[in-house]
């Protein structure tokens, strides 16, 4: 099969509902490859977390086989332990790294996770994770300098969880021109097979800008001048998508998908508070308002189980013999597990409402669970409730994030658009997605980027 080069545009948390349609008619360089090529809803992985999902993406492998279940993990053997799932602790055989095997060259631009910055065969830029740009951010180095001598400054994120949010829309669209810009500039002056940026800043956007543009979110504000903050952010996206287009040429497959989508947040439910509450967590002292758990003092000798807060709770049993004070002895753990997991699922809403909570255990979702897995994966009224991690709060609920202002959650689907310039791949894309009956899997997307380039899966 004759090789094709392949531009992967990743967007992170890219919502179907804005992208397709609500914000469809502003833009025209999207629109033009969806008319050109496949598009529709890709299901993310469980859970939809940015990492682990875009490994999960270009690697075909799901989060238990990576060890990798969020932004962070726990040590082994403690309770406050923690580390940042980085390119040390998740780089599996990637997309690139089956392209550089068959001697092609491959341009990575913010791919997370890629903080540090590791060798590949071209360029790469690392994502997001980046503590700044004082310290290497590329490889090779001195790809840094030529970006600083084309008056390029690279920016890895911003912080969005804040009150300025006109200082904060500055800093964004700022941002985002910067890294479209960078991606353009390397598809134009490297000579490579596979180019994938992935843009942050859609993210950071929805999460600080969702309520303005949604009339049935609770925090809503009519009238507000950041109404269209968010419409006017997909236009600039698309904007800087067609240069970056027109940069590579027409010869170019193209994908643009996202690792997961968003909707509205409804608010945070303190699962920690409950967990102490229902008697599973015992503290020794009561908390000051907004304590996190790794902070407050608890009671291990009497406590039977605590959680980490997130887009999804991670719930961990103190097991005799993994825990240092475990109390829960090994023959009793799927008795306490099973009992748990059906009082987690009977939680209900703030006025009595029902909600669609999904409690899963890690062996059940995945065919291998490496790393150190929690016990519970809590998923709070199907995502659109927050877990909050935090303790000392007047009651377990709450109309805001616990780790400042956040409007939106993710979505279990996101997006995707599939453009090659040969027709009967464009043909084979379609009865691929149309013989599946479903909503493919982000998993699946690895072996699509293989076969639009040319390699066999």
């Known amino acids: 099969m004759k090789r094709t080069k392949l531009l992967v545009i990743g967007l992170d948390c890219a919502a179907p509902d804005l992208l397709f349609r609500k914000y469809a008619h502003r833009?025209?360089?999207?629109?033009?490859?969806?008319?050109?090529?496949?598009?529709?809803?890709?299901?993310?992985?469980?859970?939809?977390?940015?990492?682990p999902a875009w490994m999960v993406?270009?690697?075909?492998?799901?989060?238990?086989?990576?060890?990798?279940?969020g932004f962070r993990s726990r040590i082994p053997g403690t309770y406050n332990g923690t580390r940042v799932v980085d390119s040390r602790s998740l780089r599996p055989p990637a997309l690139w790294d089956r392209v550089m095997e068959e001697g092609g060259r491959c341009c990575l631009f913010a791919v997370p996770p890629s903080y540090p910055p590791y060798p590949v065969r071209g360029d790469l830029v690392s994502c997001f994770l980046t503590p700044g740009t004082d310290r290497p951010f590329t490889h090779p180095r001195g790809l840094a300098v030529e970006f600083e001598e084309q008056g390029l400054a690279y920016v890895p994120d911003v912080e969005f969880r804040v009150e300025d949010k006109e200082g904060l829309l500055e800093e964004l669209r700022d941002m985002t021109r910067g890294h479209l810009e960078m991606a353009?500039?390397?598809?134009?002056?490297?000579?490579?097979?596979?180019?994938?940026?992935?843009?942050?800043?859609?993210?950071?956007?929805?999460?600080?800008?969702?309520?303005?543009?949604?009339?049935?979110?609770?925090?809503?504000?009519?009238?507000?001048?950041?109404?269209?903050?968010?419409?006017?952010?997909?236009?600039?996206?698309?904007?800087?998508?067609?240069?970056?287009?027109?940069?590579?040429?027409?010869?170019t497959a193209v994908a643009v998908v996202s690792?997961?989508?968003?909707?509205?947040?409804?608010?945070?439910?303190?699962?920690?508070?409950?967990?102490?509450?229902?008697?599973?967590?015992?503290?020794?002292?009561?908390?000051?308002?907004?304590?996190?758990?790794?902070?407050?003092?608890?009671?291990?000798?009497?406590?039977?189980?605590?959680?980490?807060?997130?887009?999804?709770?991670?719930?961990?049993?103190?097991?005799?013999?993994?825990?240092?004070e475990g109390v829960i002895p090994p023959q009793r753990y799927e008795e306490e597990?099973?009992?748990?997991?059906?009082?987690?699922?009977?939680?209900?809403?703030?006025?009595?409402?029902?909600?669609?909570?999904?409690?899963?255990?890690?062996?059940?979702?995945?065919?291998?669970?490496?790393?150190?897995?929690?016990?519970?994966?809590?998923?709070?009224?199907?995502l659109s409730w927050r877990a909050a991690g935090t303790l000392g709060h007047p009651g377990l609920y709450l109309e805001e994030n616990d780790t400042?202002?956040?409007?939106?959650?993710?979505?279990?689907?996101?997006?995707?658009?599939?453009?090659?310039?040969?027709?009967?791949?464009?043909?084979?894309?379609?009865?691929?997605?149309?013989?599946?009956?479903?909503?493919?899997r982000i998993r699946d997307l690895h072996a699509v980027f293989l076969d639009m380039m040319g390699l066999e899966a």
């Not at 598009?39 to 939809?48: D, F, K």
């Not at 690697?59 to 279940?69: I, K, M, T, V, W």
């Not at 748990?340 to 291998?368: M, Q």
């Not at 791949?425 to 149309?434: H, I, K, N, V, Y």
């Open 404 to 440: 400042g202002p956040d409007d939106a959650v993710h979505d279990w689907n996101g997006v995707a658009i599939l453009c090659h310039p040969e027709m009967d791949m464009r043909e084979r894309l379609e009865g691929r997605f149309a013989a599946g009956g479903s909503v493919p």
């Open 337 to 382: 597990l099973e009992a748990l997991a059906e009082e987690l699922s009977r939680i209900r809403g703030p006025n009595g409402e029902e909600w669609r909570t999904l409690v899963v255990r890690p062996r059940e979702v995945y065919s291998r669970v490496e790393g150190d897995a929690c016990d519970l994966m809590v998923f709070l009224d199907d």
């Open 27 to 51: 833009l025209p360089n999207l629109n033009r490859l969806r008319r050109e090529g496949w598009w529709g809803e890709v299901r993310s992985c469980i859970p939809p977390i940015t990492v």
């Open 184 to 251: 353009a500039y390397l598809a134009e002056n490297r000579d490579w097979e596979l180019l994938v940026m992935v843009e942050i800043g859609l993210d950071r956007a929805q999460h600080a800008f969702w309520r303005y543009q949604d009339p049935t979110h609770h925090l809503h504000e009519p009238g507000s001048p950041l109404s269209s903050v968010l419409e006017d952010y997909y236009a600039l996206l698309d904007e800087g998508i067609g240069e970056l287009l027109e940069a590579c040429g027409p010869d």
């Open 57 to 69: 993406m270009f690697s075909g492998r799901e989060p238990g086989e990576l060890g990798a279940y």
């Open 259 to 324: 690792d997961h989508g968003a909707k509205g947040m409804k608010g945070a439910f303190c699962i920690n508070q409950w967990l102490a509450e229902s008697g599973y967590l015992h503290l020794a002292r009561s908390p000051r308002r907004g304590t996190r758990i790794e902070e407050a003092e608890v009671d291990w000798s009497r406590t039977r189980a605590w959680a980490w807060g997130g887009y999804y709770a991670r719930v961990f049993l103190n097991l005799e013999g993994r825990e240092p």
